[in-house]
C-alpha cells in the first residue's frame, strides 16, 4: 500500500472513525446525498484512493486565471508530516474544517488528519465559520474574512493558521490583543499548500521542516523542497531573505509601482495605512502619460472625505494621487480580493 492511501487508526470524521474502504462508502454518500460541501469532500476522497498516484489541482486564480497542476500525492503526505513536525500536531488532537474541499488548503486538512490520526470536524466553509460552533478545538486554518467575522469566538482554536492571501495589518493588532496563538501561512497551490509560516508575534516567516530558501538578483524568493517539488520553484515575490531558512516578505514583484522612476510596492503602502482606514481597501498602479504610473487608493464602501492625517506616514511618492471607490470587491473562490481599477 503507496503511503498516501495510509489510514490512521485514530482518525475520525465528525466524531465516527474510518479505515480506507469505509471512507470510500462514505465519499459515494455524500456525492449521492450531502450538501455541496460535503460532496466535495467526497469526490476528493474518491480521487485520493484511486490507482492514481497524481492528483490534480486548480490554482486561486490570485494573479490570473486558474490554472489546473498535477502533483504526486505523496508530495501531499509529505507536506502533512511537515506541518506535523512543526507545530508538534500529532495523533489524537481535535481539527476543524471549515474551508473548502475544492481547493489545496481544505484537501490538505483532510490529508493531515487521515495521515496522523486527527479527530476532525468538518462544516459548512462560510464567511463566520464558527457562528454555530460550541467547542474547542486543537487547530484550524482559515483564510483573513473568516478570521475577522470569527474574533467573538476565535478563543475556541488553540492554534490558528491563516493563509489563502496576506494578514491585514488591522487584523494582526486584533488578533495580538486577544492574545490568540495565531501564524500566517505562505505558500501556494505549487507548493502544495504552507511551505513557511509566521507568527503573528514575529516579522519573519520560517521555513517548515526539509525548506530552504535563496533569492534572484531581483530579490525574488526560491524555493528549495525537495520533498514535495523536484525542481526549485522560482517566484514573484520579493522578499528581503535573513538566511537560508527565514524571509520578510515586501511585496509581489509583479505589482511593483513605477512612478516617475521610483519603485513603489502596494502592500508596504498598504501596511502604513492599515491603523487608519477602516473599510478593506488596497493600493495599485494606474498609467499615466506624465509619470508613468500614479499610485492609486482603492476603498470598498460609499465615496466619503479622507481627513489628511491619513497619509501622514507615507513618503512623498507613495501617497496617492486618486482616491477611488468600489461598493463592493470582488473576490477569488477562496476570497482573495481582485485588485481591479473602478470604471
Known amino acids: 500500500m503507496a503511503d498516501y492511501q495510509f489510514v490512521h487508526p485514530q482518525f475520525t470524521l465528525n466524531g465516527f472513525s474510518f479505515n480506507q474502504a469505509d471512507l470510500s462508502r462514505v465519499a459515494y454518500a455524500y456525492i449521492k446525498e450531502g450538501d455541496e ?30 490554472k489546473k497542476i498535477a502533483l504526486s500525492k505523496q508530495a501531499l503526505v509529505e507536506s502533512a508530516k511537515a506541518t506535523a513536525q512543526f507545530f508538534q500536531l500529532y495523533a489524537g488532537i ?48 482559515m483564510v483573513p474574512l473568516q478570521v ?51 507568527s503573528i508575534q514575529e516579522p519573519y516567516f520560517t521555513a517548515l521542516p526539509g525548506v530552504q530558501f535563496s533569492s534572484t ?17 522560482v517566484t514573484k515575490d520579493v522578499v528581503q531573505l535573513i538566511n537560508t531558512t527565514q524571509f520578510a516578505f515586501i511585496g509581489r514583484a509583479d505589482s511593483v509601482i513605477n512612478s516617475g522612476g521610483v519603485k513603489l510596492f502596494p502592500e508596504l503602502i498598504e501596511q502604513k495605512l492599515a491603523n487608519f482606514i477602516p473599510q478593506r481597501f488596497y493600493i495599485m498602479g494606474k498609467p499615466d502619460a506624465t509619470w508613468g504610473e500614479i499610485v492609486v ?23 496617492p494621487k486618486e482616491v477611488l471607490f468600489l461598493p463592493a470587491f470582488k473576490e477569488t473562490a477562496t476570497a482573495k480580493v481582485i485588485r481591479i481599477l473602478p470604471d
Not at 169 to 197: C, D, R
Not at 297 to 319: C, H, M, R, S
Open 94 to 141: 481535535s481539527a476543524l474544517l471549515c474551508m473548502s474541499v475544492q481547493f489545496i488548503a481544505g484537501k490538505m486538512m483532510l490529508v493531515r488528519a487521515m495521515q496522523l490520526g486527527w479527530q476532525l470536524d468538518a462544516i459548512q466553509p462560510q464567511a463566520n465559520p464558527l457562528q454555530k460552533v460550541d467547542k474547542g478545538y486543537d487547530f484550524a486554518a
Open 37 to 66: 460541501y460535503e460532496q466535495q469532500i467526497g469526490l476528493f476522497l474518491l480521487n485520493w484512493f484511486d490507482d492514481s498516484d497524481i492528483l490534480e489541482l486548480t490554482t486561486s486564480g490570485t494573479t490570473g486565471p486558474p
Open 297 to 319: 487608493l482603492v476603498i470598498e464602501g460609499n465615496p466619503y472625505e479622507l481627513a489628511p492625517t491619513v497619509f501622514a506616514e507615507l513618503g512623498k511618492y507613495e501617497k
Open 148 to 198: 475577522a467575522n470569527s474574533l467573538d469566538k476565535i478563543s475556541l482554536i488553540k492554534l490558528l493558521l491563516i493563509g489563502g492571501s496576506p494578514l491585514p495589518a488591522v487584523l494582526q493588532q486584533q488578533l495580538l490583543g486577544l492574545k490568540i496563538n495565531a501564524f500566517e501561512s505562505y505558500g501556494m497551490t505549487e507548493t502544495v499548500t504552507h511551505i513557511a509560516v509566521r
Open 217 to 233: 538578483e531581483s530579490d525574488c524568493l526560491c524555493i528549495d523542497a525537495p520533498r514535495i517539488a523536484e525542481k526549485i520553484l
